[in-house]
């Protein structure tokens, strides 16, 4: 070896080779079902395939399931390939996979060699949830990404510090009434030097780095802080709901943190709910069951976020108690028959364990009806309003008419919201203020009794209700009442509606003092019998 090419190997790689890196995805569960036995023999398996691929190359096992080579560069691709589909057709039936990354080199570049392995590292770890491609070349995107990687693990604290990062809130609406009931905070960071960065360019990074709390505890004490002005402002005042990541639990004393922000603002606890995700509760799953119930116990409700999108949502819901679920907004995304059945009865499954429902990732109208219609409580979505900084969001509430719903018309409707409206027999709500009755919603059923009736829709019950003449809307009067003060045993009446007879049996599902709301099934005398 010339003395230069000793110097380039000490300080660096270069020619006409090329880096590959291997890694098994999911070893551990390879080792946990078939012991630490299995797993060594199938990583000599594995040493074995590359040797044989790679006769003359500079090979080695790095770490547990990581090799490395140095191969040439000419047909390193399909050699890769093949290599990683060899492995792989050993692997079938199993959820463990090999993947690789290739760091190319240019005959002139000077690289230091720590830096190349990261690299190839880098391509190999982007496609390690894409099991059907075998490798990944480090290309100059990765090499910006890998560059605002380190960025935001060097600059998080002065990123809090300084600003950088914002909080953006995005509206969730109530589906019955139409009315603002919550907002999520999202946190966003404009840099500096790199312009705007996307919570997918610095949410993971934090949490693999063990960094995230940094960003939770500050977006936390934001919305505590938004809240207090917002009181002092006297503004009317829904509740922010902030995500919580499975890391935050071992970095920080989440529940702790809150109390704090809650004493320091004098809030009401009910103005902050946790969100925390499915796949939060894969690992450390006893310290996070115990650490829902104490947020429970000290009156904070917590959203199961993301329902849907993992493997064990059904074990989650079985195993955990969670006041609201978020489902997933990928089942929107195919708005089809199929997912329409799986959100109805996902929306079903809920009411029926008590747990409230949300749809997230909503951007149709024609998506906010189905939500009603099944009786998903809330929504929230690009249709209602993006993601925006506070003082953008109450001006887009005022134009879109968005008006904030009270602690007490929250409470009622949450109370109503676990009532399921999906079932074969005719239903409607009602909301009544004690003078006058509003119907809010009706399910298919009840569409068809009124249809027959040569009623057609919720406005034009709603205009008849409106225009009864005295002696009617004193009777309907005396009904809602009785209906109010049997609580919580129905009630039944028959009308009398252009000579056809309607027999309806109302029950009153929640309410305060002055505002009630009332379930109502219909049945259509008449036609019972003419149809005998
Ligand atoms: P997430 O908690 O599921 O938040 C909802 C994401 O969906 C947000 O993305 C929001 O902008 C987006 N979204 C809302 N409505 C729609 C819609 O109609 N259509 C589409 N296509 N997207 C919609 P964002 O803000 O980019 O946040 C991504 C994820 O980053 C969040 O997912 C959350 O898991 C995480 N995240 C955001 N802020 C924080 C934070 O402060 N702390 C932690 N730990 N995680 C955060
Ligand atoms: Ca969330
Ligand atoms: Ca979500």
Redesign the pocket.
Known sequence: MSEREEADRAEGVYGRDALAYFNLTNFKQYNATYGAEGGDDFLRKIATVLRHTFPDAPLARMSSDIFMALVPAGDAQSRIEEAVQEVNGLLEGENTYLHAGIRYFSPQERVPVSMACEQAKAACDSIKKERSRAYCIFSEHLRQELEIRSYVISHIDEAVENGYIE??Y?PVVRTLTGKLAGM?????WRDPVYGFL???QF?PVL?EERL?DK??RY?IRECGRQLRRQIDAHRPIVPIS????RM?FQLMDVLSEIEAVVRENELPRDYLRI?I?ETAMVQDSDKILKMIDRFRGNGYSVWL??FGSGYSSLNVLKDYHFDEL?I??EFLRAFNDTSRKIITSVVMMAKAIGIHTLA????TREQVRFLRSIGCEKI????YG??MPYDELLVHCQERHLRAETREEARIYEKAGLFNVIMASPVALFLDDGRNLYMAYENDAYRKVMKGVGISGRRAVNWIIHSLDDARKERLRAYADRVTRNRPCKVSETFLLDGRRLRVRAKTLAGLPGFHIHMAEIVDLTRDADSL
């Open positions: 909080i953006y995005q999520e905070a999202l946190a966003r996307r919570p997918d949410i949490e995230i960003l939770d977006v902030f995500n919580v990541s935050d969100e995700t976020d993301d978020k997933d907004m997230e990732g909503v951007e929230q979505g690009y249709h993006r993601p």
